[in-house]
């Protein structure tokens, strides 16, 4: 089955002749377009009024015609997704429509209905062209022949009847033009050709009425005893098939006078609803309302298989025109199905041979002796003899599944052909290596499940298809050894890459096995494998999935894992002698593209496919495979990319520049590749693109290229618009890097007046901020001459400003502080004038205080020089061209290299990948990118055209600004240290346990792995110890004055040396408290404070999570203090419904008797039995408190003399008890049988009831109403979730 569809019952449906669709139609009035290879729906089209019978795709156009119980005909445009156009003339429901195989020529419509006539149809001309009469009952279907002017249709009137459509097709290929009249119409005269209107018109109501001479039956068959169903044309034999409700499909054989009944085939229980010759095999295919599907062979005219469906009837089939696949259709939707697998079996031999089976002959075929286009010979081995019954017939899975040849022995050629004939058998063909026509030595078969494996140069195995067992036989089949598989529900063998090894099939896993010393050597997980490829040299496996590709080692351990959307079909790898590809280079192939994967991950795709094959070769740019009929092709392939990646990763860098030089590499993918592999500068020597050009140059800190870049987007988009954001981020990289220069350049070209005002006040440029406060004056911009004014500590001007924007008492106020004394008295009168007053304004002003005003001055620059000390930025090999074509000398120092890109290639790659694990680490340890460009900051023109609004002399200073900036020499005697890596980046690599998340500052982080983890959803009670995690992983040291504290992180693993970016943080939460907590917890217990000790315990609850253990006896021991701290948590709580239970005999009683069942240390189950004891003696319950009496007696700490008056009323209440021997109520408990306690309704859970557990605390929940609700015990994790559980450790 490839693909199966739930719906409404289908009663119609149609293969697209190209596109891997199939239209469905139901009976609700729905017409489904459905992709079968994908399973999805595509469109759906809902027109009709009631049940949709009809259905069928046209053969070149965008069409779908359907026919329903409405009357109707409706031609679609799916690709419009609409209605054209509605065909009426029937008089009742249609059953069937199709349009003409020849659509092209003969734009026809052949429909059926139970108005008991056909009809054909121009859907061009939208009119109808014939009607046939002749039925008497409903017409069930009608369909064309595939190559013949014929028609056939069946009916309950128990009659196949087969149309001669001669005649039609001779008025329509001798008609006229459609603006000479109707074609196929005669005049008066008998002549062909247009007609008048009125005579048009006459015989249109005369084919309405009585029919037409153009289409007359040729034969009518009967023969079956009830109503017919179904009738179908062989595709290219003169037969016919036919399904009735007399349970039969028969066989009609036609000739050019008559027709007869060849044969029937008997087997069906019910109706029979449909047949159909299969398209490619001599196969007759039915479907019945009796729930089944049967496959019946032509020539022998038996049944050969049947498939069954509970539940459902069949309707309907239809079959693919040119691929192997069938549909039916039933009550509940519909299958897409083959008969067979159509892979070909195929082995590789020694050297350049591959053997395989087409139809019944098994073939060598030579790759070495290749001639031309062709990709070599074959030579035949040998005719497969098939034994059995099911094995007779063609085309229903009987031939050859699986072939292996034994590569270990070199001195005669052994296969194995395995098929699944019978559950599952195989043969064993022995030949001459060095003449391939000798003798053949065949004829040793056995059962077995799935392929069979050489272990030796004498030996193979096979699994049992019953014990599951590995059978180890010799050449001559005899059985030499039994052994057992190593893991259960093994269903199938691989070969293992060496002599005496297996690969095991078990559910979803690989498991790679010695039969011999019957040991596993490894395993992986594998959903789905279908096949096994193992590399030239041994190496390498590749593990074919339905949906994937695993590529692993020889010892079975993964390398990578790629997953693909469609099925996979088949994989090789490449054997070319040169090139470095060789077992490095994987190409496999799905439905319709050839693909490639390398060891690294790394995958991409080659090419398309028009039709599946099957890859046996890899040779530099050849595709050597087999196609669906076993035919040997080859396909060329373009694997430049897959080399140039594979080189990339094997750090080939001279192969790299030179494929750089002379291929063509190009499109986005390739330079995203370079960009995560960090190696951007090498698309900047093919990218041409300017907006590309820019990032790369951004990403490998090419100032000067990005530069360039920015001028040619600002000459394409124009001084405005996106360019803004362009300068901007040169900005930011030319920060980073030091270059203030550049940044200059950049805030003027992008008009980002403050931060230019703030770079100005850094470098100490105070000339330059002077113009800047002139610009702000020419703007009017209040906000930025203030701004200007407190960066140059020019109080005057804030004064003037303050005065112009009328925040008169303000400027009066700052007057006066900085003594401006003539500036104070002119701004009071002028106050007084406006009828204000300036009594009590200074009062508002403390001086003399830390808070008191005072005179701002800017600082002084730390480097006064043209530029600051950049980070150099050193040239990779990559880069060195001349260097990269030297060769391999590089590659020792590529590494190095690579990593000492102190551009943005390398330094800035580090910092993004430490901050993308992390999202709250880098507000702990990182100050690395100054983040300067403002994405809604607006757009314009540099310094130079500030000049028009005022100050003339800003124009010759910006262009030496920029002449300066030409000669900036890198030479500049001092260099940035490389930078580090912040110890909250480290915390979050080193480990997957919340509490150092939480140290890092990663508190989203934090909270998913505890989610993940111990299914945490309510983390309000978590809040504080996750603060403390926080908290406690830093100190605060205070700095030099003037400058803020500094937080230095706390490590836990920097006892003996520093650890580097290996460290671990401090965490608040140790052993040490959980444990105080605990035995706060037990003395709050034993004095009867059960409000102060629940609240310890759940405390040390929330504690655990995040308290990271140092070894596995600590973690044993903080798993075993959870489970205390649930046993008491339970047992406080039932202490506290017991209180409230009190009035109720019954359930007080139950409560004290579950109350002894918590694991509680035996100080404190004393005294709960003591509770026990009393409250079912007290209420008459005497079975039950002789129990407790029991109990409390066989308790050690009852034998000292402190005890002793307890010891006395427990023997008391025991022989008491034992004399009444009733109970007054009954208990829901059970004392001798095995329970837990719901912790949410105090009920008992006995062994093997429906229940739940919190994932972390382990608390259970009778049934399944508390899923996925917050835990009672511990109150932050969800019930239901199936966890890893707590993580104790790093």
């Known amino acids: 089955t490839k693909f199966e569809s739930k719906s409404a019952r289908v009663k119609g449906l149609a293969f697209h002749p190209v596109r891997p669709w199939i239209c469905a139609s139901l009976h609700n009035g729905v017409i489904q377009l459905w992709d079968y290879r994908v399973g999805t729906v595509i469109d759906r089209f809902e027109e009709h009024d009631g049940p949709v019978r009809g259905v069928d795709f046209h053969l070149h156009e965008p069409l779908i015609v359907t026919g329903g119980d409405d009357y109707k005909i409706k031609v679609w445009d799916y690709k419009l997704r609409r209605c054209l156009f509605t065909l009426l003339g029937h008089l009742d429901y249609i059953r069937t429509v199709q349009f003409h195989p020849n659509a092209t020529q003969f734009p026809w419509i052949l429909s059926a209905s139970d108005d008991q006539t056909l009809r054909l149809w121009d859907f061009q001309k939208r009119s109808c062209l014939s009607v046939l009469t002749g039925h008497n009952h409903y017409v069930m279907c009608a369909s064309f022949h595939p190559s013949e002017d014929l028609i056939v249709s069946a009916s309950l009137d128990q009659t196949v009847r087969v149309w001669d459509t001669a005649g039609l097709r001779k008025k329509q290929l001798g008609g006229p033009g459609l603006d000479e009249g109707y074609p196929g119409m005669m005049d008066v005269n008998g002549n062909r050709g247009g007609t008048s209107a009125a005579a048009a018109t006459a015989l249109n109501v005369q084919a309405e009425l009585f029919g037409t001479n153009d289409v007359v039956v040729k034969y009518v068959l009967e023969g079956h005893d009830r109503g017919v169903n179904w009738a179908a044309f062989h595709p290219t034999l003169p037969l016919l098939a036919s399904a009735a409700d007399d349970r039969q499909v028969k066989l009609w054989r036609m000739s050019e006078t008559k027709a007869w009944e060849v044969d029937t085939l008997r087997g069906h229980a019910n109706n029979v609803s449909c047949c159909l010759f299969h398209p490619k095999q001599e196969l007759v295919v039915s479907n019945s309302e009796d729930r089944s599907i049967r496959v019946w062979d032509v020539s022998k005219r038996v049944g050969v298989q049947t498939f069954r469906r509970e539940g459902d009837r069949f309707w309907i089939l239809a079959a693919h025109r040119s691929q192997n696949l069938l549909a039916a259709g039933h009550d509940s939707g519909m299958i897409v199905f083959k008969l067979e697998r159509e892979r070909p079996a195929s082995a590789h031999g020694p050297g350049d041979k591959l053997y395989y089976v087409r139809g019944r002959e098994l073939f060598c075929h030579d790759y070495s002796r290749a001639t031309g286009g062709s990709s070599g010979v074959d030579v035949p081995i040998a005719s497969l003899r098939r034994v059995g019954q099911q094995a007779q017939t063609d085309g229903i899975g009987s031939g050859p599944r699986f072939l292996s040849y034994n590569m270990h022995n070199p001195t005669e050629g052994n296969i194995l052909v395995c098929s699944e004939v019978d559950g599952g058998c195989y043969e064993l063909i022995t030949f001459s290596l060095t003449n391939a026509g000798g003798s053949v030595t065949d004829g040793k078969r056995g059962s077995c499940l799935g392929p069979g494996v050489f272990l030796g140069r004498n030996r193979f195995a096979v699994l049992d298809r019953h014990k599951r067992e590995i059978v180890v036989k010799n050449l001559n089949n005899e059985t030499t050894k039994r052994v057992s598989a190593p893991v259960p529900n093994v269903d199938c063998l691989y070969d293992g890459g060496a002599s005496g090894r297996i690969i095991l099939r078990a559910d979803d896993r690989a498991v790679l096995f010695e039969v011999q010393s019957r040991r596993v050597i490894g395993e992986l997980t ?442 900036i020499s890198g030479d500049v005697g001092f260099q940035m240290p490389p930078a580090g890596r912040p110890p909250a980046g480290c915390w979050v690599a080193n480990s997957s346990h919340a509490a150092d998340h939480m140290a890092a500052g990663g508190a989203s982080s934090a909270m998913q792995l505890l989610h993940r983890q111990i299914a945490a959803s309510d983390f309000s009670n978590l809040k504080g110890s996750m603060l403390g995690c926080y908290l406690g992983s830093t100190v605060s040291l205070p700095g030099v004055p003037g400058s803020g504290s500094m937080i230095v992180p706390l490590m836990r693993n920097d006892a003996t040396v520093h650890p580097g970016n290996d460290s671990l943080p401090r965490t608040s939460s140790t052993m040490r408290s959980l444990v105080t907590g605990v035995r706060m917890g037990y003395k709050y217990f034993q004095t009867g404070k059960f409000n102060e000790a629940r609240n310890a315990f759940t405390e040390v609850l929330s504690q655990i999570p995040l308290t990271v253990t140092d070894n596995r006896s600590q973690a044993n021991e903080m798993k075993e203090m959870l489970e205390i701290c649930r046993e008491y948590i339970t047992a406080i709580r039932l202490k506290e419904a017991i209180t409230a239970a009190g009035a109720d005999p019954v359930r007080s009683t139950e409560l004290s008797a579950y109350f002894t069942h918590c694991n509680l240390q035996p100080v404190h189950l004393l005294l709960a039995l003591r509770s026990a004891m009393g409250t079912a003696f007290k209420h008459k319950n005497f079975i039950v408190a002789a129990s407790f009496a029991r109990r409390l007696l066989e308790l050690p700490d009852m034998r000292s003399e402190r005890n002793a008056d307890l010891r006395m009323k427990a023997t008391k209440v025991l022989q008491r008890s034992e004399q009444m021997a009733r109970n007054e109520h009954t208990l829901n408990y059970k004392e001798n049988a095995a329970f837990s306690i719901d912790c949410k309704d105090f009920v008992p859970v006995y062994t093997g009831e429906e229940c739940v557990k919190c994932s972390y605390c382990g608390s259970v929940y009778k049934g399944s109403s508390m899923k996925g609700q917050v835990c009672v015990t511990d109150g932050f994790c969800t019930v239901g979730v199936e966890t890893i559980g707590l993580v104790t450790g790093k």
Request: aromatic residues 6%; proline residues 3%.
């Open 526 to 967: 594998a959903p789905k494998i279908k096949n096994v490829v193992w590399s030239p040299d041994g190496s390498k496996v590749a593990l074919l999935c339905k949906y994937g590709v695993v590529i692993a080692n020889r010892q079975l351990e993964q390398l990578c894992s790629i997953s693909d959307t469609v099925r996979i079909k088949s994989g090789a790898w490449d054997v070319s002698p040169t090139g470095g590809t060789n077992s490095n280079l994987f190409v496999y192939t799905t439905l319709h593209h050839v693909k490639y994967c390398l060891p690294t991950g790394d995958t991409g795709t080659i090419r398309t496919l028009d039709n599946p094959i099957y890859a046996t070769r890899v040779v530099k740019d050849s595709l050597f495979c087999l196609d669906r009929e076993a035919r040997s092709r080859v396909i060329s392939i373009d694997t430049t990319e897959a080399r140039f990646k594979l080189a990339l990763a094997n750090k080939k860098y001279g192969q790299v520049m030179h494929m750089v030089k002379h291929s063509r590499l190009c499109g986005r993918a390739i330079v995203a590749y370079l960009q995560s592999k960090g190696f951007p500068e090498v698309a900047l020597h093919f990218v041409r693109d300017p907006q590309t050009r820019f990032r790369l140059a951004l990403a490998c800190g090419n100032i000067e290229a990005a530069m360039e870049s920015a001028f040619s987007l600002e000459q394409q988009q124009g001084a405005d618009g996106k360019s803004r954001d362009v300068w901007g981020e040169l900005g930011s990289e030319a920060l980073r890097q030091g270059n203030h220069q550049v940044v200059e350049m950049s805030y003027q070209r992008k008009k980002d007046f403050d931060r230019l005002s703030f770079l100005y006040m850094l470098t100490g440029d105070n000339e330059k901020l002077r113009k800047m406060l002139k610009i702000s004056n020419m703007r009017n911009d209040i906000m930025g001459r203030y701004h200007n004014a407190l960066l140059l500590g020019d109080a005057a001007e804030r004064v003037a400003v303050l005065e112009a924007s009328g925040n008169l008492p303000l400027a009066y106020i700052s007057a006066n502080l900085h003594g401006l004394d003539e500036v104070a008295e002119r701004i009071k009168v002028a106050i007084e004038t406006q009828e204000g007053s300036v009594e009590g304004l200074m009062e508002k002003v403390p001086v003399g205080t830390k808070k008191g005003g005072r005179l701002l001055q800017p600082p002084t620059p730390i480097v006064r020089a043209s530029n600051w000390p950049t980070l150099e930025i050193k040239k990779t090999t990559l880069e060195d061209l001349s260097a990269a074509d030297a060769g391999d000398e590089y590659e020792e120092e590529s590494a190095p290299a690579a990593a000492a890109d102190t551009g943005a290639s390398a330094g800035a790659a580090a910092w993004d990948d430490d901050f993308g694990m992390e999202d709250a680490g880098a507000g702990i340890g990182g100050d690395d990118d100054f983040d300067l460009g403002d994405d809604d900051m607006g757009w314009g023109d540099d310094l130079d055209g500030l000049g028009d609004i005022g100050g003339d002399d800003i124009a010759p200073d910006q262009v030496d600004d920029m002449a300066a900036f030409n000669e």
